[in-house]
């Protein structure tokens, strides 16, 4: 049987695997994005569906005032004794991009906590922190019945190199605490960048996988292995086990990040995060996602690629999955029910209410109209993830803006420093208009760069509709038959990691939804009718 590359598109890296039963689990980073974590669901390992929002209340995760690309990093599933265990991070600060090995010091704030439940899709516990050493916690569960919390050591002293391997502590599973001394069992390869560690014992040996290279296009998955939980620890004698490093022929980019999964049968398969670059700007707006392919063990004791040169593969065999053929996503949602549908997210708050409700005019999803567009805290916008290539999205807004400081509309976004809004504002004289504001990280600044366009009272549909590196932008007051397009083309692959401002971090993907501010305070509501999404092509 045969499937295709990636199996979880858009937005989805850093994937963490584990088997209960014939049931398979994937849980994947949701960066600034509320609700925290995505677990999707498999029992054939090449369809998924979206199974738990893990972190979704106040008292799970908060991450106002984090800046783009931080929040949740790198979630670790788990299961032991009828219970499962997910541990991450939430990055508070990063600072400045610094190279292994940098000069100066770098003070970053990495928290670390663990929830469990005893249902995948059950109500999770709060969080329990467990330390701020650095990121990318790891639980192993040990034969013995111990269990063992590792995660990578971040070193912020000058002249120290940065990621300065992966530390590992016993820690109780009844009430989070860690017991003895931390200590340092791995100080990685001469690739650098050590993170993402996972455990796993297989015939007296430890193996010890992390990832290294960076998350860019150096990424590879490493690993090492010892007789004993401490090390010490040899290296893989081929290498890393997978990258697509130094292969330009690999179909998929940046692979790196993974971790392992044994079938019932006794199969292993490894998921990984990987990118899909856009042709002409090699740019990869569709973010990290993540991607699966069959492993085996050789004779040796080691893992590898079933063909042994550690590529990534696009289209995938094995007798462990059913057939799967990718079909295009096409969703209409007309906000007919009380819970916002799974498919969309929204930003840093844990308090929807301050941005958005589902029963205030039933039909419609009500936003109020708060701080700016890429706003750290409370910001209005509601979006989901671009999973395809090309794809058309449209939605339906009513809006009465009472001055130039209120907006709203449909919204291209990456983060604070790139995104596209096609929004309904109004002049200083009160007349309607409808423009683009597009902030593009060449010049750090919004600005419009289309002349705003008269619209007459009403409702007004707006679309976007997206082919590779191209966006256009259309609207259509209610009435019109046919749509009217914004003259200027824009720029899509800067909604991709790529496209930066120097020295910030670019982890996440290009959403897209609806959006609207008011910069006055008064909190402006917005209808929207309904959101179209649909793939024109994967």
């Known amino acids: 049987m045969t499937f295709q590359n990636p199996i979880l598109r858009g937005l989805n890296p850093d994937p963490s695997i584990v088997r209960v039963g014939e049931d398979y689990y994937i849980a994947t980073s949701t960066f600034e994005w509320f609700p925290g974590v995505q677990i999707h669901h498999s029992r054939d390992l090449a369809r998924w569906q979206l199974a738990s929002p893990p972190l979704n209340r106040p008292s799970q995760l908060d991450m106002r005032g984090n800046p783009d690309s931080c929040g949740v990093w790198a979630p670790d599933l788990s299961y032991t004794a009828g219970r499962f265990h997910l541990v991450y991070t939430d990055v508070k600060r990063y600072g400045r991009t610094t190279v292994d090995g940098a000069m100066g010091a770098s003070f970053r704030d990495f928290h670390n906590y663990w929830v469990w439940c005893d249902r995948i899709d059950g109500q999770w516990s709060d969080p329990v922190h467990l330390n701020s050493s650095g990121f990318d916690p790891a639980l192993f569960h040990d034969d013995d019945g111990r269990s063992w919390l590792l995660n990578m050591l971040w070193d912020h002293r000058p002249g120290r190199r940065r990621f300065a391997g992966v530390l590992v502590q016993e820690m109780d599973l009844k009430t989070g ?19 993402g560690p996972h455990l796993y014992k297989r015939d007296g040996w430890y193996h010890l996988l992390v990832a290294e290279g960076g998350t860019e296009r150096n990424h590879a998955v490493v690993m090492a292995r010892s007789r004993s939980l401490f090390g010490p620890y040899e290296v893989h004698p081929d290498g890393p086990v997978l990258t697509a490093y130094g292969k330009p022929i690999a179909p998929l980019a940046r692979a790196g990040h993974g971790d392992i999964v044994e079938t019932p049968s ?24 993540t991607s699966i392919q069959p492993m085996r063990w050789g004779e040796d004791g080691w893992l590898r690629t079933c063909d042994g040169s550690g590529t990534p593969v696009l289209t995938v065999e094995g007798a462990a999955v059913a057939e799967g053929v990718y079909r295009p996503v096409d969703e209409r949602h007309e906000f007919n029910t009380d819970a916002l549908p799974d ?37 209005s916008l509601v979006a989901r993830r671009q999973q395809a290539f090309r794809y058309a999205a449209e939605t339906l807004v009513e809006v009465t803006p009472a001055n130039p400081q209120q907006a709203a509309g449909l919204i291209y976004y990456y983060n604070s420093s790139k995104f596209q809004f096609l929004h309904v504002t109004v002049d200083d004289d009160g007349g309607r ?25 009403g409702p007004v549909a707006l679309r976007v509709e997206v082919e590779n590196e191209v966006a256009r932008f259309a609207f259509r007051p209610q009435g019109r038959p046919e749509w009217s397009w914004m003259p200027q083309l824009f720029d899509a692959s800067i909604l991709s990691d790529e496209a930066t401002l120097p020295g910030l971090p670019n982890f996440t993907g290009a959403f897209v939804g609806m959006a609207c501010y008011d910069l006055s305070g008064a909190k402006i509501p917005v209808d929207l009718a309904y959101f179209h999404y649909r793939d024109t092509q994967h």
């Open 177 to 195: 605490g860690l017991l003895g001394q931390r200590q340092l069992i791995f100080e990685g390869t001469r690739l650098g960048f050590t993170e």
């Open 266 to 289: 006794g199969e292993t398969w490894m998921v990984y995060l990987c990118g899909r670059p856009l042709p002409a700007s090699d740019r990869c707006v569709l973010g990290r996602e």
């Open 433 to 457: 208009l409808v423009q683009v504001l597009s902030a593009t990280p060449g010049d750090g600044d919004c600005s419009l760069i289309v002349q705003p366009v008269t619209i007459p009272d």
């Open 343 to 379: 498919a969309f997210q929204w930003l840093r708050t844990p308090y929807p209410d301050e941005l958005f409700s589902l029963t205030a005019r039933r039909g419609h999803l009500r936003l109020y109209g708060r701080e700016s567009i890429g706003s750290q805290f409370t910001q």
